[in-house]
């Protein structure tokens, strides 16, 4: 399996679930897991986003300790992504542009959260690598994305 095709594999993934668990490592070095609602943008491959808060504590994990993870699945769990990424904080209007456009309608619960504040960050997930499991084929694959473009092979 290529990067590509994994990128594709996990593009489906959040086309059926919507959501994925996301896991960064807290301040007192223990992970820290919950539920997102991810998307990837055509243009920015090996990169997956999600919005958040600046006050939510997975934004004070991944500024002191920017390893994190997600993992997808299908409601079924026969087909299982999970993904190690380096997180960057980003508050940059036509980022946050994008990322709102592609998944506005599916934050119903984010700004349920949030309350009344109407500002939000995005959180943007380098991809380093990523493992492709099919637990009824007994089907394990590794994929690396270091040193290709935009971090893909």
């Known amino acids: 399996m290529t990067a590509k095709e994994i990128l594709t594999k996990i593009e ?3 086309g059926r679930a919507k959501s994925a668990v996301f896991a960064t490592i807290s301040d007192k070095g223990e992970p820290h897991m919950r539920w997102m609602s991810p998307v990837l943008l055509p243009e920015r491959e090996g990169v997956i986003y999600a919005v958040s808060s600046g006050n939510f504590g997975k934004v004070s994990d991944v ?12 409601a079924t769990l026969n087909e299982v992504v999970n993904v190690s990424v380096h997180v960057h904080v980003v508050d940059n209007p036509s980022i946050k542009k994008e990322v709102m456009e592609k998944m506005g309608r599916r934050l119903h619960v984010f700004w349920k959260l ?26 394990k694959t590794f994929v690396s994305f270091e040193g290709g473009k935009n971090g893909g092979k």
């Open 12 to 14: 489906d993934l959040i």
């Open 63 to 74: 500024n002191k300790n920017p390893a994190a993870a997600w993992m997808f699945q299908t």
């Open 114 to 139: 949030k309350g009344n504040d109407t500002d939000f960050i995005v959180l943007e997930t380098i991809i380093k690598e990523a493992v492709y499991f099919d637990p009824m084929k007994g089907k």
